[in-house]
C-alpha cells in the first residue's frame, strides 16, 4: 500500500514558496561531517554553533534501535543457584548496557563510565554499544572477585545473544532490492508511486538535481519504469 499523505514534499515548499528553503543532502549529515554541516547551518541561520565534535561522530543507535537501554543490578543474593529474584536495592549494582551516544543525551556523561573493557577481552561488534557504570560502582563490583566474574560471564553471554539476535532481526528487514522487485510485478502501485514522486520531487528536482542523481534506487525505480510502463 501506497500512502499519499506521507509524501507531499512540493506540496509543503508551495506553503513556503516565499522563504529560503535549503535542502541537505544526506552524505552531509553522516557522522563524518555532520559537525561542519550543522555548523554551516547555524552560520546560515543564526543558531548557536554546536561544539562537541564526537558527539555528531557518533551513530545514535543504528542497529541497536529497539533494543537499548537496557538496565542491569548486579547483586550477590543472584549467585545463590536459581535464584532468579531482581534484586534492586542500596545492595545492588547498577549497571547499563547502551550507547555513548544516549549516556550524552540523557546527560549522564559525568556519572557513568564506559567500562567496556575491563568486561570483554576483544572489541564488541557494533562500537557504539558500551557497558556503562558509576565509577563507585564498578570498585564495588571489582572488590567481590567471584561477583565480578559472574557478571563478566553473564555480559558476555548476554551480548553474545544481543548480537545474534540484531542479526536475526535485520535479516527480516525488506532491502531496497526487495521494494523494487515487489512494484515491478505489481503495476498500478508501480504506478501510482511514479505519479506521487512525479508530482513532489518537482520542487527538490529544480533546487537540487545533484540530490536527485544520486538517489540510486530512486534511479533504479525511473528506469524500471520505462521499461515497462514507457513514459507515463
Known amino acids: 500500500m501506497i500512502n499519499e499523505d506521507t509524501m507531499y514534499q512540493t506540496s509543503l515548499c508551495l506553503l513556503f514558496s516565499n522563504r529560503d528553503i535549503t535542502y541537505i543532502d544526506m552524505e552531509e549529515?553522516?557522522?563524518a561531517k555532520a559537525f561542519d554541516t550543522m555548523c554551516d547551518l547555524a552560520n546560515k541561520f543564526g543558531f548557536k554553533k554546536p561544539t562537541d565534535k564526537k558527539f555528531f561522530e557518533g551513530v545514535m543507535n543504528g542497529d541497536l534501535a529497539g533494543f537499548i537501554p537496557i538496565n542491569l543490578?548486579?547483586?550477590?543474593k543472584n549467585l545463590i543457584y536459581n535464584n532468579k529474584v531482581i534484586y534492586k536495592d542500596n545492595d545492588s549494582i547498577h549497571l547499563q548496557i547502551t550507547s555513548t551516544n544516549l549516556i550524552e543525551i540523557y546527560k549522564q556523561s559525568k556519572e557513568y563510565i564506559n567500562f567496556t573493557k575491563e568486561f570483554f577481552d576483544k572489541p564488541l561488534k557494533y562500537e557504539n554499544l558500551g557497558i556503562f557504570l558509576k565509577p563507585q560502582e564498578f570498585e564495588r563490583l571489582k572488590q567481590d572477585s567471584k561477583l565480578f566474574d559472574v557478571a563478566k560471564r553473564y555480559l558476555n553471554n548476554f551480548i553474545e545473544a544481543?548480537?545474534?539476535?540484531?542479526?536475526l532481526e535485520k535479516a527480516k528487514l525488506f532491502k531496497e532490492k526487495d521494494v523494487l522487485n515487489y512494484l515491478k510485478e505489481n503495476?498500478?502501485?508501480r504506478v501510482k508511486l511514479k505519479n506521487i514522486l512525479d508530482k513532489e520531487l518537482v520542487h527538490i528536482k529544480?533546487?537540487?538535481p545533484d540530490i536527485v542523481a544520486s538517489w540510486k534506487y530512486y534511479q533504479e525505480f525511473e528506469q524500471m519504469c520505462k521499461?515497462?510502463?514507457?513514459?507515463?
Open 29 to 31: 549529515i553522516k557522522p
Open 73 to 76: 543490578f548486579i547483586d550477590k
Open 162 to 167: 544481543l548480537e545474534e539476535r540484531i542479526d
Open 187 to 189: 503495476k498500478e502501485l
Open 206 to 208: 529544480q533546487h537540487r
Open 227 to 232: 521499461e515497462l510502463n514507457g513514459n507515463i
